[in-house]
């Protein structure tokens, strides 16, 4: 006797196998690229080693990201993925050691570190919770982000401080929709590839934390 199937039923369950084999692979290999960010943070910090400089830092961070792009569909891709964030933790190191400078250095780093993680860990846990499709955020964060992104280079070779604080918050906000509409993305098919999930959630957490230790340490001199 024949057993009467449901297509559509097996259809969600293979579905949702798909989804939670890549949000569990983007979220393994998130925390590999954290961890190896983290490394490089700390041997760029123990060595003293300067900062790269703007111009350095944007031609190898958009010089990766596109090779990473390129070849994400392949072994390949897994290099430059370690690759650039290993290279955005470089240039973290020498950040961090100018606040630690600072007499609340320590305590302004930690705490920029625990409310990243504070907003990372609860948007991620909202958005793959509640299944709500964020994707008509998508047009709003890009336009935000070209915006901030130009905002911030006007602040960086005019040094207006001012300008910089509102490009800083600019971030915060964004990088926040950023977590929501990348993790919606993982939840509900608008993205398929764990490697470019990983970088665009890696990238969110450093804009957020660079972006909240800015604030904080702005503030904190007032």
Do not use: C, W
Request: a neutral charge; charged letters at 5%.
């Amino acid at each position: 006797m024949n057993t009467p199937t449901n297509p559509a039923g097996i259809t969600r369950q293979t579905s949702l196998f798909a989804s939670n084999k890549l949000i569990r692979n983007t979220y393994i290999l998130l925390s590999l690229t954290l961890a190896f960010s983290a490394l490089a943070a700390g041997a760029s910090m123990m060595f003293d080693l300067p900062h790269p400089g703007f111009l350095i830092t944007m031609v190898g961070y958009f010089g990766l990201l596109f090779l990473t792009t390129k070849f994400r569909n392949s072994g390949l891709g897994l290099v430059f993925v370690f690759a650039l964030t290993g290279f955005m933790g470089f240039t973290l190191g020498p950040i961090i050691s100018m606040y630690l400078k600072m007499p609340n250095g320590a305590e302004l780093v930690m705490n920029a570190m625990g409310a990243t993680a504070i907003t990372f860990v609860g948007l991620s846990a909202y958005a793959l919770t509640s299944r709500k499709d964020f994707s008509f955020m998508g047009g709003f964060l890009m336009a935000g982000i070209i915006v901030a992104f130009l905002a911030g280079i006007g602040a960086y070779f005019f040094e207006m401080q001012g300008l910089s604080l509102v490009v800083s918050a600019m971030f915060v906000v964004l990088m926040a929709g950023l977590i929501l509409y990348q993790t919606s993305a993982l939840v509900n098919g608008g993205e398929t590839n764990y490697i470019m999930a990983t970088i665009t959630l890696y990238v969110s957490i450093y804009n957020l934390f660079t972006s909240l230790l800015h604030l904080m340490g702005v503030f904190s001199d007032d």
